[in-house]
Nanobody, 121 residues
Framework: QVQLVESGGGLVQAGGSLRLSCAVS????????MGWYRQAPGKQRELVAG???????NYTDSVKGRFTISRDNAKNTVYLQMNSLKPEDTAVYYC???????????????WGQGTQVTVSS
């Protein structure tokens, strides 16, 4: 079994910054892609940023230039640095990872429990 534990959410004023962390633990042989998604009330969950095992990144247009995704493979942890936050960034942010349990078993997709980010105007 695998667990993804997010931290770092909270309440911040517009223009402020937050850093989200997601630690992956459990039966892990290798982690492929990792990513951050968000879901605002009444909206569908959307991909915010993704990062491959080699470090290639992609971002949704609305956060380009403001958010940075990174990962520490030795710690099985992915981060999301969020700067210049806007009220429209308010959402529950979820961590996601594709995990191999052995060389031949996987990848399987796992989700964290979510962390609330609220940006006040």
């Amino acid at each position: 079994q695998v667990q993804l534990v997010e931290s770092g959410g909270g309440l911040v004023q517009a223009g402020g910054s937050l850093r989200l962390s997601c630690a992956v633990s459990g039966n892990i042989f290798r982690i492929n892609a990792m990513g951050w998604y968000r879901q605002a009330p009444g909206k569908q969950r959307e991909l915010v940023a993704g990062i491959t095992s080699s470090g290639s990144t992609n971002y949704t247009d609305s956060v380009k230039g403001r958010f940075t995704i990174s990962r520490d493979n030795a710690k099985n942890t992915v981060y999301l640095q969020m700067n210049s936050l806007k009220p429209e960034d308010t959402a529950v942010y979820y961590c996601n990872a594709d995990v191999h349990h052995t060389r031949w078993l996987g990848p399987y997709n796992y989700w964290g429990q979510g962390t609330q980010v609220t940006v006040s105007s």
